[in-house]
């Protein structure tokens, strides 16, 4: 009994899983700029990312995100400077990390696709998640 009913759990997540995830390569958008943005929903760091796309002939052309703390600055080389030299250097390996988001995002044409960088694996997250915000926008 025990295993069949965690057949039908394993079974319901994954359509689930299915359901919820969105497919590029089905998409077709209009051509035009959009923005879309997402905002953590974790209280305790409340960090955001807002992203510019410009959509021509079903591609991204262009792509441009900027990363903000829970204040609202923006996560730029004074990221993290006063908060000690280790959290200092651990915010600048992922301001390197997640600069490479928005060209990673022209080449593989597909927010899924973006890989995760070390030392930027959450805002990897923030990137996909505006990244979607800004297609629904554009989706015909």
Do not use: R
């Not at 410009?54 to 591609?59: F, L």
């Not at 651990?90 to 990673?104: H, N, T, V």
């Not at 990897?124 to 800004?134: P, Q, S, Y």
């Amino acid at each position: 009994m025990k295993k069949k009913m965690w057949i039908l759990m394993f079974a319901m997540s994954a359509l689930m899983i299915a359901c919820g995830k969105k497919e590029f390569s089905n998409m077709s958008f209009q051509d035009g700029n959009y923005a879309g943005e997402y905002i953590s929903e974790d209280s305790e760091h409340k960090d955001s990312c807002e992203v510019a796309l410009e959509i021509k002939d079903n591609k991204i052309i262009s792509c441009e995100a900027v990363y903000k703390d829970a204040k609202g600055n923006i996560k730029d080389e004074h990221y993290g400077e006063n908060a000690g030299e280790e959290k200092f250097a651990k915010a600048q390996l992922a301001i390197e990390g997640f600069e490479k988001y928005s060209d990673m995002l022209l080449e593989v044409q597909d927010p899924e696709k973006v890989d995760s960088i070390a030392g930027a694996t959450v805002s990897n997250k923030e990137f996909k998640m505006a990244v979607w915000n800004a297609l629904e926008k554009a989706k015909k």
